[in-house]
């Protein structure tokens, strides 16, 4: 079974870019979006992703929307806790592929960090 870790140096769900994610405002509040919005670089990265590590400068004080847990998942976007190895799977899955392509080197690493078998 396929067990959900963040892969480190991938930083896929550091690309922000708010054109690609139209549902932001359905699951983040007022303040949330607008904490969100101003993490976005010009670029499409957040401002604390750090190119040459490509790791977060403030990865043990990131905001709340950043942090794979059950509360958090339950509360943005409805999913059980018992569901959520499998959701945050497919998260990183589709944001891997949308960042760096579906044969990419950060998706192969992933897929075998967390025991995927396709």
């Known amino acids: 079974m396929a067990t959900w870790l963040c ?3 991938c930083g896929a769900c550091c690309h922000l870019d708010p054109t690609e994610r139209p549902e932001l405002d359905q699951y983040l509040g007022t303040e949330e979006l607008k904490l969100y ?9 957040c401002i604390h992703f750090n190119h040459d ?11 709340r929307f950043c942090r794979v847990q059950a509360d958090v ?15 945050a799977i497919d998260c990183c899955q589709q944001q891997i592929i949308g960042v760096y392509g579906e044969d990419s ?6 897929n ?6 396709e």
């Open 53 to 63: 590590t490509r790791e977060c400068s403030i990865y043990s004080d990131r905001p």
């Open 73 to 87: 998942f339950e509360d943005l976007y409805g999913i059980e806790p018992d569901q959520l190895n499998d959701f």
């Open 105 to 110: 080197p950060e998706m192969e690493r992933f």
């Open 7 to 9: 892969v480190k140096q």
């Open 112 to 117: 075998q960090a967390v025991g995927w078998d």
């Open 37 to 45: 919005l101003s993490l976005v670089g010009s670029d499409g990265w």
